[in-house]
């Protein structure tokens, strides 16, 4: 065989079976190509963060920002995500008119991701994103808030709202429900399924059992505008 033929090496280097040693060294970049992912994308915002409090990124799908606006929607007052992630809910909120709208996230490469976002959707001057761990984050003068967040830190997150929420704000929780609360209305099935909460002068209700005492009606879903694809 002529080596110099560029198509009889070819269909050689196909015909070859990779020996153990290539096929290692395969496995390994692909690990360090994750590795790296995880840590330009997810460990900065973790570094800062006890482990307990650590709640990884997982984005929100088009069908659960739609029920977490149906459950907010014509509200009054200053509208905040915690662990506003790329920040989908709160363009999808601004753009609703919940005004203003306002992200709270400790990753700084999730927080320049939302910002482009908002910059590629016009609204670039019109919602916030901040830097910030939501445990340090003041809710004092928040009336609708959204939660993405890991059942292991809703109790936390339970004492936080109830501390710090004035009363007639709305919580809404998505994924997972705030354990001791009594939800006021739920929309949604499986994985797209989000509670909302309100606040009275004496705080939440809250159910003895962690879980309604009757089925509640799931709302009417809206439909908002598709800026995530």
């Known amino acids: 065989m002529d080596h110099d033929d560029p198509a009889e090496a070819l269909t050689a280097v ?3 079976r ?5 096929l290692f060294q395969v496995a390994t970049g692909s690990g360090l190509v ?8 997810l460990q900065p915002g973790f570094r800062r963060v006890p482990l307990k409090l650590q709640v990884p990124y997982i984005g929100a799908s ?13 509200r009054p007052g200053k509208m905040v995500d915690l662990g506003s992630g790329d920040g989908r809910i709160v363009l999808a909120a601004h753009q609703c008119g919940l005004r203003p709208a306002v992200g709270y996230e400790l990753n700084p490469w999730l927080v320049g991701l939302a910002r482009l976002h908002a910059w590629r959707a016009g609204c670039s ?3 916030c994103y901040h830097r910030k761990d939501l445990w340090k984050v003041s809710l004092r003068d928040c009336h609708n808030v959204s939660v993405f967040l890991a059942p292991s830190v809703l109790p936390l997150l339970e004492d936080k709202l109830q501390k710090e929420l004035p009363a007639g704000a709305r919580v809404v929780s998505g994924r997972f429900p705030l354990p001791t609360w009594q939800p006021v209305a739920v929309v949604g099935e499986g994985v797209d399924r989000v509670w909302a909460y309100d606040v009275h002068g004496a705080g939440p209700a809250v159910s003895s059992c962690g879980v309604p005492s009757k089925a509640i009606p799931e709302s009417s879903s809206i439909s908002i505008p598709r800026t995530f694809v």
Do not use: D
């Open 14 to 16: 196909r015909e070859r």
């Open 18 to 22: 990779p020996s153990l040693l290539e």
């Open 34 to 41: 994750a590795y790296t992912v995880w840590a330009l994308l």
């Open 62 to 74: 088009a069908r659960q920002v739609e029920h977490v606006l149906s459950l907010l929607r014509g």
């Open 125 to 127: 001057g019109n919602v």
